[in-house]
């Protein structure tokens, strides 16, 4: 069995800190909307109250660089100390889906931009006395490349431009590796994107070729980081370091038709994928991302858990599940309430509503992996 230790808590919040453009131009601040920018010292405190002490949470860069190479920092630093004072551990996106609007995300100065701004939030970081920084460059450069550059759904809005924009991000992405780690030797890097299944829709030969490639396709920009295609963008088997996994119930797909729901013939184990994952890579694995609305809060988290244990059982080095959202937000297309996290809409104090189901079944996993540990740690006194 393999027994995580990266980060501060196994079980981890996740805030949603998208930034970007919708397709009728409106830009998205949901650490804003969710009114986690007024009330982060309770939130995190909040988390810390259920045992969560690592989190996922969002710089904003396009608050942050108020002109080119201007940075005022008072968003992110406000959000910095209180995760001292709280003591959280973080792992802080860098560039959510969103930038500054002078940029051109197609040009050459959008990669050495974001590279200079990686390195200055990396020295702001050390100077507030955080040794060992946790970033996730370019969130989900795979989903980004499809719902940016080939869909339109969102910012750049280009159609059939997917591959390259795909190629962009991964450039951006090893650029601010690298300006970080000049600033932050000991710096750890979460690369996330979706992992996903696509069963064939037939027996026929050309449905189960059609779907295998697809499926094959989400391993692409991790390829592309580390050199294993396109050699040409500077991919280096350095840059993957953390491998983030976002996985929700709709991840899997019949190739062209409907989703796979759990339970189905055709739906594949998610401790199959994690066991994939590390076999193809070997690198530690992190559930970057998971979650379900509603009365689906609870089961998810414990199909999720079930799932991830028993990976860690055949030694699979999964490092934590991160709730995500861990608030409830308003919707990127029409602003709905999504009641997906464990705590809800803040009052005027801040103080949130708590899922009781999210939270019970969270206590639940919590428990089961700490009986884990306490087996393991009888079976290897008895064995020493």
């Known amino acids: 069995m393999y027994l995580p230790s990266l980060f501060d808590s196994f079980f981890m919040g996740g805030f949603e800190c998208s930034t970007h453009r919708r397709h009728d131009g409106r830009r998205l601040d949901l650490i804003a909307a969710t009114g986690h920018d007024r009330h982060a010292p309770a939130d995190y405190a909040a988390l810390r109250r259920q045992g969560l002490r690592s989190v996922r949470d969002g710089v904003r860069w396009h608050l942050i660089e108020t002109a080119p190479g201007r940075y005022e920092w008072s968003s992110l630093l406000s959000m910095l100390r209180a995760t001292r004072e709280q003591r959280v551990?973080?792992?802080?996106?860098?560039?959510?889906?969103?930038?500054?609007d002078d940029l051109d995300i197609w040009q050459p100065a959008f990669v050495e931009r974001f590279a200079r701004f990686a390195g200055a939030v990396a020295?702001?970081?050390?100077?507030?006395?955080?040794?060992?920084?946790?970033?996730?460059?370019?969130?989900?450069?795979?989903?980004?490349?499809?719902?940016?550059?080939?869909?339109?759904?969102?910012?750049?809005?280009?159609q059939g431009r997917g591959q390259e924009l795909k190629h962009q991000l991964v450039r951006a992405s090893i650029a601010a590796i690298e300006a970080i780690r000049a600033e932050a030797p000991k710096a750890r890097f979460v690369q996330i994107d979706p992992?996903?299944?696509?069963?064939?829709?037939?027996?026929r030969p050309d449905d189960q070729a059609a779907a295998e490639a697809y499926r094959q396709a989400q391993y692409e920009a991790w390829d592309l980081l580390t050199g294993r295609a396109w050699p040409g963008l500077?991919?280096?088997?350095?840059?993957?370091?953390?491998?983030?996994?976002?996985?929700?119930?709709d991840n899997q797909w019949f190739h062209g038709?409907?989703?796979?729901?759990?339970?189905?013939?055709?739906?594949r184990p998610f401790q199959g994928i994690l066991a994939?994952?590390?076999?193809?890579?070997?690198?530690?694995?992190?559930?970057?991302?998971?979650?379900?609305?509603?009365?689906?809060?609870?089961?998810?988290?414990?199909?999720?858990?079930?799932?991830?244990?028993a990976a860690l059982e055949r030694g699979v080095?999964?490092?934590?599940?991160?709730?995500?959202?861990?608030?409830?937000?308003?919707?990127?297309?029409?602003?709905?309430?999504?009641?997906a996290g464990l705590l809800g809409y803040p009052d005027a104090d801040g103080t949130r509503p708590v899922c009781a189901e999210l939270e019970q079944e969270l206590r639940r996993q919590q428990a089961r992996l700490e009986r884990l540990r306490e087996e393991r740690g009888r079976l290897a006194s008895a064995l020493s």
């Not at 500077?234 to 119930?249: A, H, W």
């Not at 080095?317 to 009641?339: A, K, S």
């Open 257 to 267: 038709g409907a989703t796979i729901p759990p339970g189905h013939p055709a739906y």
């Open 195 to 203: 992992v996903i299944h696509v069963a064939p829709a037939s027996d």
């Open 317 to 339: 080095p999964v490092e934590g599940i991160c709730l995500y959202p861990v608030l409830d937000y308003p919707g990127w297309t029409n602003e709905r309430h999504c009641p």
């Open 123 to 158: 020295r702001l970081v050390r100077d507030e006395g955080i040794e060992v920084p946790f970033y996730a460059p370019v969130n989900e450069i795979s989903y980004w490349a499809w719902a940016g550059g080939d869909q339109a759904h969102f910012n750049p809005m280009a």
């Open 276 to 309: 994939e994952v590390y076999q193809r890579y070997r690198r530690p694995l992190l559930v970057a991302e998971t979650g379900a609305e509603g009365e689906a809060r609870g089961p998810w988290l414990r199909y999720v858990a079930e799932q991830v244990m």
């Open 89 to 100: 551990q973080v792992i802080w996106d860098l560039c959510h889906y969103g930038w500054p």
């Open 234 to 249: 500077g991919g280096r088997p350095e840059y993957l370091d953390i491998l983030g996994m976002n996985y929700y119930s």
